[in-house]
């Protein structure tokens, strides 16, 4: 597996951090420290995403396209809902009637 950390979740996070290099030139004059921060967090982000997407396309052999989409669908019957999550919802109770509620089949 490719761990609990989401492409989209870095991908967002890494947007978010343009996104304040962008307001910090515009707003705060490009303050020094602040484009510092904003810079090196933004590199970290971007580490991440790269690692991400390297270790599923290359490792474990899975499409980009898989890869964000596995927060929605999951190996195990395609729900989204993981195998440990349904164990702790009183065997499946709750994903069926999240699953009707959605009117998911």
């Given at each position: ?57 290359q ?17 195990d ?20 009637k ?8």
């Open positions: 597996s490719s761990g609990d950390y989401s492409p989209v979740t870095a991908s967002v996070a890494a947007v978010c951090c343009m996104v304040r290099l962008f307001t910090t030139t515009q707003l705060a004059g490009g303050d020094e420290l602040l484009m510092t921060y904003y810079g090196v967090t933004l590199l970290m982000n971007l580490s991440v995403l790269s690692q991400t997407l390297y270790y599923g396309t490792r474990e052999g899975k499409s980009l396209s898989s890869l964000f989409l596995a927060d929605i669908m999951s190996e019957g395609g729900d989204g809902i993981r195998s440990s999550q349904k164990s702790m919802s009183n065997d499946g109770k709750v994903v069926d999240v699953k009707e509620a959605f009117r998911i089949t």
